[in-house]
Every structure is written in C-alpha cells, then in structure tokens.
C-alpha cells in the first residue's frame, strides 16, 4: 500500500482538495486500490470542520466532492505513517521538515514539484483571495496530480 499526505496550514482549503482531487484521478487507475490518500493541517483552528464553502463549491464545478472531507492537525505518526507527505507551499514545506525526524525528511516533498511545467514550487492559499484563487488552486492541484500518479507508476511500489 503506497500512502501519500497532502498538507497545508489548516487543512481547509489546499490541502482538502488535493486530497479530493487527487483520489479522483486515482480511481481511473488500476492500482487505485493499493494507494490511500489522507490530509492534514500543520495547525489545529478547524480540527473536524469541513472544507471550505468556496473550495467545496470551486471542486464541485470540476466534479470532484470534497463534503465528507473533515480537517485534521498533522500528528507525529503520520512522519511514518506515509510514504508521500506532500506540503502545499515552502511555510509548509519547511515546517514539516522542522517537525519531521531526519530519517523521514525524504518523504516530504513541495506538491508543485510534481508539476514542473507550472513553473511555480507554490499552491497559493485562497483563503484571502476571492473566489478565482479557488480556480488557481485547482489547475496547480490538477497538473500535479498527474505527476504525482506518474511517479508513484515510476517508483515501481507495485
């Protein structure tokens, strides 16, 4: 079982729809069943609250449900719990690392990094920045699924 984490600060916005639009793309492949898919906030201010109303309504538009999402805070298991802890932007990045134990800095990863031709290392967050931010998150979100599930094909976990 291949597991991958995708983070951000409250695990709200970014975070809950990576983890929705990844499973998505995840279920057309046929290892879907061997790869689980969870999310995490590095802070704890909405711990059992849903997505965001404007994220939820954004991925709706593209097909993708995020209501059964709930918000969680990233605990110490989780370091070695998942094969793939993927932050949303460098902030995070770099809190996970500080958290992290060295022996698993290797698994934590920008999620942009899967989505070279982006040219950005950042999903920005939307929270402040209305609801295009929202379409913005989505496309970056999008194209590094992709990769993402590329890798895990390259990585030869199956």
Same mark, same amino acid.
């Given at each position: 079982?291949?597991?991958?984490?995708?983070?951000?600060?409250?695990?709200?916005?970014?975070?809950?729809?990576?983890?929705?639009?990844? /499973? &998505?793309? $995840? #279920?057309?492949? *046929?290892?879907?069943?061997?790869?689980? +898919?969870?999310?995490?906030?590095?802070?704890?201010?909405?711990?059992?609250?849903?997505?965001?109303?404007?994220?939820?309504?954004?991925?709706?538009?593209?097909?993708?449900?995020?209501?059964?999402?709930?918000?969680?805070?990233?605990?110490?298991?989780?370091?070695?719990?998942?094969?793939?802890?993927?932050?949303?932007?460098?902030?995070?990045? /770099? &809190?996970? $690392? #500080?958290?992290? *134990?060295?022996?698993?800095?290797?698994? +934590?990863?920008?999620?942009?990094?899967?989505?070279?031709?982006?040219?950005?290392?950042?999903?920005?967050?939307?929270?402040?920045?209305?609801?295009?931010?929202?379409?913005?998150?989505?496309?970056?979100?999008?194209?590094?699924?992709?990769?993402?599930?590329?890798?895990?094909?390259?990585?030869?976990?199956?």
């Amino acid at each position: 079982m291949v597991k991958v984490l995708f983070v951000c600060l409250g695990n709200i916005c970014r975070s809950p729809t990576a983890d929705g639009v990844f /499973r &998505d793309m $995840l #279920a057309e492949q *046929p290892f879907a069943t061997r790869v689980s +898919v969870d999310s995490a906030g590095t802070g704890d201010w909405h711990v059992g609250k849903a997505p965001d109303r404007r994220a939820q309504a954004a991925a709706t538009k593209r097909g993708y449900d995020l209501s059964e999402l709930r918000a969680r805070q990233l605990v110490a298991a989780d370091f070695e719990r998942f094969d793939y802890i993927l932050a949303m932007d460098e902030n995070n990045y /770099r &809190d996970l $690392l #500080a958290r992290a *134990p060295a022996q698993y800095h290797t698994k +934590v990863r920008l999620f942009l990094d899967y989505a070279p031709a982006c040219h950005v290392t950042a999903v920005p967050d939307p929270y402040y920045n209305g609801e295009a931010g929202f379409e913005v998150v989505l496309d970056l979100i999008e194209a590094a699924s992709a990769g993402l599930i590329e890798r895990i094909k390259s990585d030869d976990f199956f």
